[in-house]
């Protein structure tokens, strides 16, 4: 099968059976690669087995995609859906510039009917670079959020997605800044009752105030409390940007630092995804570790927009659980696969610049990191992150032959082929992505 081969008819329900190359990370730890492999999926859409390919055949028909690659799905710990089309805007400006220059009047702007037309071609190009499940900021406005929600589940993508909140510092220009808070909150409890946990736990509601610049102190107690209570995912920002940082210790003088803030709102904890972390002190990643919060790592926004480099080896020595996010339109780039590339590029730098011996992570490294840990960090992993038996079918088949280089070869080393994955990704490399077992409409137009 070249690369201009048409695929075999794929399977769009389950059940079903592939023949195809496999690597994926093990919940256990370390890397299952085979190179022959069988992967079944039952009728509710779990791996029902995962195997060698039996040396004696199967009678059975099956679908043969080798050489593609069966991975799990990728995991998106940070996009922000009215952005996208404001992807590659802004280069080098600082976070606070770079919102109010760009993003906020876009913002503004994505009521129902925008996202209507606008979610849908975002999730088709999600799924065309391998993104199977990701976890997502809206915009102040309900109607949009509810939108969006629509639009994942006809898509058939896993998905986590909040209103954005902000009672003060805000683009919403329909309600009295008084009434702010309490809006934000009705809204969050109605799309909470609506959507958390929908399609048997595929769409998940996630409280979202924006980050503690937009923030008032009881807006953010109160947020924390409504997640508590209902038991839905909390996601914000942390130590970004230095003006961000800054305008935090001018807001916030009687915490110790940026992460005390949202400890003192009592937002801490396993549900808890902060974006980016770049900045923390040892006593704000000792306290990450403590209160089993997760971060979101965004390689490629953090240098686009000149944030920083985050110590990725630091924090993943110190058992922080960190997976990967795109943050567009902070990052021009949807692709997980770019976020392990430039990640890769950033520890690498930081290794040369400050005479580190430690190696920067490795390709499986970066896999787990865009796959289980992603998984983990939304408190799925034992619902998907892996190819294994029991867990739900999120998977991708990726063709290999397209990152080749002139004269290069294939290689069934897994190290190596996952290095050509990540480094030399190109478009319409991810051939198929599924979840629960059930394939996901695309588009070739992934950034």
């Given at each position: 099968m070249s690369p201009a081969t048409p695929l075999p008819s794929l399977p769009s329900r389950p059940p079903w059976?592939?023949?195809a190359r496999l690597l994926t990370p093990l919940a256990a730890g370390g890397t299952r690669y085979e190179t022959d492999a069988l992967v079944t999926v039952d009728a509710a859409g779990r791996l029902?087995?995962?195997?060698?390919?039996p040396a004696g055949g199967m009678m059975e028909p099956v679908i043969d995609l080798r050489p593609l690659v069966l991975l799990p799905g990728m995991v998106d710990l940070h996009i922000h859906l009215p952005q996208v089309p404001a992807a590659g805007i802004g280069a080098g400006l600082d976070?606070?510039?770079w919102l109010e220059r760009h993003i906020f009047e876009r913002e503004r702007r994505f009521r129902a009917p925008v996202a209507e037309q606008q979610v849908p071609e975002v999730l088709r190009a999600m799924a065309a670079a391998g993104t199977t499940s990701f976890l997502a900021y809206g915009a102040v406005w309900a109607d949009s959020t509810d939108a969006a929600f629509r639009a994942a589940e006809a898509h058939g993508i896993r998905a986590a997605i909040g209103a954005v909140m902000m009672d003060r510092r805000s683009y919403d220009d329909e309600t009295p800044p008084g009434e702010r808070m309490d809006r934000a909150l009705t809204d969050a409890e109605t799309l909470i009752a609506r959507w958390d946990g929908a399609d048997d736990g595929r769409l998940r509601y996630a409280v979202t105030p924006r980050f503690a610049v937009s923030c008032t102190a009881e807006l953010l107690r109160d947020s924390a409390a409504l997640a508590a209570r209902t038991g839905v995912l909390w996601q914000t920002h942390v130590s970004e940007d230095a003006g961000e940082m800054e305008a935090v210790r001018d807001l916030f003088p009687e915490a110790r630092d940026y992460l005390d803030v949202y400890d003192r709102a009592g937002a801490l904890g396993p549900r808890t995804i902060l974006a980016h972390a770049i900045h923390c002190s040892e006593r704000e990643v000792d306290r990450l570790v403590e209160s089993g919060t997760r971060t979101a790592h965004c390689p490629v926004s953090n240098l686009f927009i000149s944030s920083g480099v985050m110590p990725l080896v630091d924090r993943l020595e110190a058992g922080a659980i960190t997976g990967l996010g795109s943050d567009v339109a902070g990052s021009p780039e949807l692709s997980v696969f770019a976020q392990m590339r430039t990640g890769f590029y950033a520890a690498n730098a930081r290794r040369v610049a400050l005479g580190d011996p430690r190696p920067a992570p490795d390709p499986l490294t970066f896999l787990r990191l865009g796959t289980y840990e992603g998984a983990r960090a939304l408190g799925?992993?034992?619902l998907t992150g892996s190819i294994?038996?029991?867990r739900e079918a999120d998977l991708i088949a990726v063709d290999p032959?397209?990152?080749l280089p002139p004269g290069g070869e294939?290689?069934?080393d897994p190290l190596q082929l996952m290095?050509?994955?990540i480094f030399r990704e190109r478009p319409g490399m991810v051939r198929a992505a599924w979840v629960r077992g059930r394939l996901l409409p695309s588009t070739e137009e992934a950034s």
């Open positions: 059976r592939l023949r029902a087995a995962v195997a060698s390919w976070l606070l510039t799925q992993d034992a294994e038996p029991g032959r397209l990152t294939d290689t069934d290095g050509r994955l």
